[in-house]
């Protein structure tokens, strides 16, 4: 998997395409996607990360919620992803 920005975008495209058969699947994110494509390093629990952006960006709690529980089955659906329990954090 390679996280890029290019010229302002930035992209997650996986190392193999999974379920797509033969096509390649570029992942886009914008840049609240990006601060938790970034905060999904394992350190910290959703919880947490949830803390975080909430500190940062000038959203409500059940929006961003909402926002991130979408992202993050979007991106395990198409296998960016895969949901583990860490009990390290």
């Avoid at 609240?32 to 940062?56: C, F, M, P, Q």
């Amino acid at each position: 998997m390679a996280f890029r920005e290019l010229e302002g975008v930035f992209l997650i495209v996986p190392s193999s395409s999974g379920n797509m058969g033969d096509k390649i699947l570029y992942y886009t994110l914008n840049e609240v996607a990006k601060d938790i494509w970034i905060g999904l390093d394992g350190s910290k629990t959703l919880h947490e990360l949830e803390e975080d952006l909430l500190a940062i960006y000038d959203v409500g709690r059940e929006e961003m919620v909402n926002d991130m529980r979408e992202l993050l089955n979007d991106m395990e659906e198409k296998g960016v992803i895969v949901k583990v329990d860490n009990p390290n954090v």
